[in-house]
């Protein structure tokens, strides 16, 4: 059990945005939120997932949406707080701890947020490991635990409580409710006991956040080469592997938002010509050099911009960034042919085969 006060939020973020994998939102404001809500409702508590009662009630909480929607359209601050609320009154209970359902991006804050805002305890787990665009694309799910009842909530005070069995259905449904309300809104989901939780998350990673952020952090205070002392890093993790894949600049960037999501593709050339193309939706999902495979989902592709270290998200990427584009490969947990079957390759239409990043160097 810690204590997340305001001196841990920039570290948290700036991992947070490197886990996103582009996706996520930039957490920018969802931090200064969290910040003010600490700064007035004092510091959160945090367990480890092994910590949590097996009879305890959690919720997983976290925005739904377009992250190129949230630079612009700014959440809020009654509005993530009145999803658990809505959720609970369904329920006819409160929760007893609130849990990320994706550890990349602005959803990051989102359980910090809550647990400040509602005085609850949150657990230092989540379902992704990362970022993935869609709601059934979770641990969780893979796993047998289900997504419904759910609540969302809008900046205008509505909320809706959706009951759906299926959770591709669930996600389908949600987004259609989700545009209506202006392609951003909150969401709390997945209520589950403490032992089921302790079986479907993956464990630590709002702690790994902080420890990603702080190895930048450092690494630019000392002014070190910061992708190898991340890459070391993480090998001590349960990620294991990380890389850098490609140095270059952007030379073409195509991005639109369509049916609730951030959709398109980065190219990046480097000074002898060579080429690497990253499609995204909301999160990077492919990396290829010309016809060759550099890496592919459920692993993390990640572009940071090359003189500060500092992750971009699909909504800040733009022409003429210089960029150093990393991979990391995913947690085990998230390897299993179960996982793929929801969030590998095929989860998003594409013909490839899962290769583990570490097998395609």
């Given amino acids: ?52 009662a097996d009879d305890a009630l959690v919720f997983a909480c976290g ?4 992250p190129t929607v949230a630079i612009e359209k700014i959440m809020a601050a009654e509005q993530p707080p009145s999803a658990v609320l809505a959720l609970e009154k369904h329920l006819g209970r409160p929760a007893d701890l609130l849990m990320a359902f994706e550890a990349g991006g602005s959803n990051s804050m989102m359980p910090i947020y809550n647990a400040a805002m509602l005085g609850k305890p949150m657990v230092d787990a989540d379902g992704m490991g990362r970022a993935f665009p869609e709601m059934q694309m979770v641990t969780f799910s893979v796993y047998g635990a289900s997504g419904s009842p759910f609540a969302l909530a809008s900046e205008h005070g509505e909320t809706v409580i959706l009951n759906i069995e299926d959770d591709k259905r669930a996600e ?22 403490g032992n089921t939780a302790k079986r479907v998350a993956i464990p ?15 690494s630019r205070a000392q002014n070190r080469e910061p992708f190898a002392a991340l890459i070391q890093m993480l090998s001590g993790t349960h990620y294991g592997h990380a890389e850098v894949l490609f140095t270059g600049k952007v030379t073409d960037l195509s991005r639109e938002t369509r049916d609730g999501w951030a959709i398109g593709w980065v190219m990046i050339a480097d ?24 890496a592919i989902v459920p692993d993390l592709i990640c572009i940071l911009d090359t003189e500060m ?10 022409y003429g960034q210089r960029v150093t584009v990393m991979a990391v490969s995913a947690p085990p947990i998230m390897r299993t042919d179960e996982a793929l079957a929801v969030f590998g390759p095929a989860g998003f239409g594409m013909d490839e085969e899962f290769v583990p990043v570490e097998d395609l160097s």
């Fill in 1 to 52: 059990m810690i204590k997340i006060g305001l001196e841990d939020l920039d570290d948290i973020a700036l991992g947070a945005t490197f886990l996103g994998t582009g996706g996520g939102g930039d957490p920018y404001i969802a931090t200064l939120m969290t910040r003010r809500a600490i700064a007035e409702h004092g510091p959160v508590t945090m367990l480890d997932l092994n910590e949590v």
């Fill in 63 to 66: 925005n739904m949406g377009a």
């Fill in 172 to 193: 389908y449904i949600g987004r259609g409710i989700v545009i209506r309300m202006g392609a951003r809104a909150a969401k709390a989901s997945y209520p589950m006991d």
């Fill in 204 to 218: 630590g990673t709002t702690s790994l956040c902080q420890a990603i952020g702080a190895n930048l952090r450092q």
């Fill in 271 to 294: 000074q002898d010509g060579e080429t690497l193309e990253i499609e995204f939706q909301n999160e990077f999902l492919a990396a290829r050099q010309g016809h060759r495979l550099r």
């Fill in 309 to 318: 270290a500092q992750p971009i998200t699909t909504e800040r990427l733009r």
